[in-house]
């Protein structure tokens, strides 16, 4: 099992970025496939990106390919999301999760990023 904890939400203008990081706990982190989800009131979670354990490989949904990058640290234990040239459509709660065993079974509590137009 791994503890999770997003941080680096807020409010930024359109057109602005900003990095979430994701700290982890627990010894299954290394071994854990990260990603990052997002939801907006009254939607479904929506994946956003994920990152392999070694951090070679990624991928992305759709409607952030080449504005957000996901990236990791495992000798600090962080999952990372760059976020560029942000759009009022970003605005969500964003969830950090690890996959260890085929599922996305651990969840942080989620950090709000809001875009204003």
């Known amino acids: 099992q791994v503890q999770l904890e997003e941080s680096g939400g807020g409010l930024v203008q359109a057109g602005g970025s900003l990095r979430l990081s994701c700290t982890a706990s627990?010894?299954?982190?290394?071994?854990?496939?990260m990603g990052w989800f997002r939801q907006v009131p009254g939607k479904e979670r929506v994946f956003v990106a994920r990152?392999?354990?070694?951090?070679?490989?990624?991928g992305y949904a759709a409607f952030v390919q080449g504005r957000f990058t996901i990236s990791r640290d495992n000798a600090k234990n962080t999952v990372y999301l760059q976020m560029n040239s942000l759009k009022p459509e970003d605005t969500a709660v964003y969830y950090c999760?690890?996959?260890?065993?085929?599922?996305?079974?651990?969840w942080g509590q989620g950090t709000q990023v809001t875009v204003s137009s």
């Open positions: 990152v392999s354990w070694g951090g070679c490989s990624t």
């Open positions: 999760a690890a996959n260890l065993r085929g599922s996305w079974s651990d």
């Open positions: 627990g010894r299954t982190f290394s071994s854990s496939v």
